[in-house]
């Protein structure tokens, strides 16, 4: 599965691809150690990144889970991006987790934005989703644009909701739903 926005390439990952996902994550491992979970020892290795990679492929075609890795347009040498849809509910809720991360030299450009109106259409339309919700920590300002340019609403604070490097952080709850998007 890949699509093609004006800039970027966004494209499922398959084996063979790991050692680009550990570029990423190593590159990026200070400037988004302070949004994420902590990752355990073992994380920054080929092997973890072997064994992930099979769960993200298991998870897709479970219809759990998907992620999405994103390139700057036919370029396939760098991950610069990534977004998932988590946590996916079929019956009566229809409904996703949108989680993103995107390379530190890549930020404040729109390319998150345009990959995600990708991965939304995506949710909506290939997947039949009702609903759409991401979990932006209040001290992420950037991440809070990215939602309200996409039209999610700030549905409030989930106090302590995410454990991140040991802290119970509060994060904000965005939703979308899939009658109000349109691109």
């Keep these: 599965m890949e699509f093609n926005t004006q800039r970027l390439t966004i494209k499922l990952a398959f084996p063979g691809e790991e050692e680009k996902i550990l570029m990423f994550y190593e590159k990026n491992k200070e400037f988004l150690k302070d949004y994420e979970f902590e990752k355990p020892d073992n994380f920054y290795t080929l092997d973890f990144q072997h064994k992930m990679l099979a769960t993200e492929i298991i998870n897709t075609l479970k219809g759990v889970s998907c ?7 036919d370029n396939f040498d760098k991950i610069i991006g990534t977004f998932s849809l988590g946590f996916i509910t ?5 409904n996703a987790v949108l989680g993103y991360k995107m390379d530190k030299d890549y930020t404040n450009r729109g390319l998150m934005t345009e990959a995600l109106k990708v991965g939304i259409k995506y949710a909506f339309e290939n997947l039949g989703l009702h609903r759409l919700e991401a979990y932006v920590m209040p001290k992420n300002v950037c991440s809070s644009a990215v939602m ?3 039209g999610f609403k700030n549905e409030g604070i989930c106090e302590k909701y995410i454990q991140i490097n040991g802290n119970w952080e509060d994060h904000y709850r965005y939703s979308l739903i899939n009658t109000h998007f349109s691109y």
């Design 67 to 73: 992620r999405f890795y994103i390139y700057e347009k």
């Design 90 to 94: 079929g019956g009566c809720l229809q």
């Design 148 to 150: 309200t340019k996409l």
